[in-house]
């Protein structure tokens, strides 16, 4: 559906392009009605087939034709996509229909976006189908891989749409007579008024530098070994990174502004701001990166000081314990300090003697008074000793 919109967008942008002050070369507009008309037929047939559902067709060939796994659907997919992104090199670059300094913006943002909707379908298909997408397989790479990934891209892009503006720009005749069919804003900018020269060794060095440092860390990060990178790697990347950052942010300065190589909105332009926020995206990952390191191995150390801390409270407290039981134990020893050891010590050594001698008394088994210590009143006699005399008996 949104290829379907976007397509007819594309195909009125193209036919308004007659209008324009400097119209285009007539192959160059043909070229992209051709195309936005191509893929109008195709998607809505598309469409077609999807709200149908009431022909024998739909049992018999739709269904089977979108079904999960469809090859039809994939090559179909496929030549959409191999299809846009030819029109989009031809269309967008310098000197083409909807290129620098052509104003047509209208065609330019519809024909990246229908290239970008049909690598779009394509991702929802691998999805549908249970195969891995490019997105899962950028989330899957190790390290900051996937950053390395897209700053390859987008460099690599950056690369070979300055470079054919470099070779457009220079091929473009000094004089103006006769040569109607260029847009005017490009001979202002780079015939009449032309930016300095270093500015395009400066963005081709940038992003070949780029790219190239990109695509050996992706194959570095492909085929490790081991999962984990050593700390003079790390450190070694993040040098990089920083010297690229350094590189980008004077770069996309100079050449985006007035003056510059890339003053006017297209290929160059976008792609320059889309490298520099790609470099400063990785090297800002791996900033985040160190300084989790850097917490991890604050917490390692602190888990260790504690584990360490109650090891020696540990020791410590049972050092203290087995101290208070020895001063116990010597204490209860000592006669001085504990009597009661000593009486302890003499009731034992009596019923020793009691166990090897004469039994125990019987009084004294019973609990009674032994007889020598009972004390008898000298001013009563026995007679009376009960309480009553005889008399009264």
Known sequence: MALFVFSIINYNSARQTSYDPTP???????????????????????????????????????????????????ILLLFLAAWWGIATWINTTAGGIAGEGSLQLNLYFSTWVCVIDCFWTIERFRKAAGQISTQRFLSEMPARSAGWAVVLVTNLLLFSFAANLDNYVHGLPTNTTGNETYPTNLYEVYVTNPPPEYQWYLILTVSSLSWIIGLLFVLLELFRSKRQKSDAENIFEGILLFILTLFWIPTVTIVTVPGGIAQLLGNTYFWSWA???????????????????????????????????????????????????????????????????????????????????????????????????????????????????????
């Open 24 to 74: 285009p070369p007539d192959a160059q507009r043909r070229y992209a009605i051709t195309v936005s008309t191509v893929t109008l037929v195709i998607t809505g047939a598309v469409l077609i087939m999807h709200l149908d559902r009431f022909t024998p067709l739909y049992k018999k060939v739709w269904s089977k034709f979108f079904a999960p796994k469809s090859k039809a659907e994939l």
């Open 275 to 393: 490298a520099t926020v790609a470099v400063l995206r990785t090297f800002s990952w791996w900033i985040r990166d160190w300084r989790e390191s850097i917490h991890d191995m604050i917490e390692v150390q602190l888990i260790e000081y504690e584990r360490a801390k109650r090891q020696a409270l540990k020791q410590s407290a049972e050092e203290a314990f087995t101290n208070n039981t020895n001063t116990t134990a010597e204490g209860n020893n000592d006669p001085v300090s504990n009597p009661k050891a000593v009486e302890s010590g003499d009731g034992q050594q009596d019923k020793t003697v009691r166990k090897q001698g004469s039994p125990e008394p019987l009084s004294s088994r019973r609990g009674m008074t032994p007889p020598n210590r009972l004390s008898v009143s000298p001013t009563r006699s026995p007679a009376t000793a009960g309480g009553s005399s005889p008399d009264k008996k």
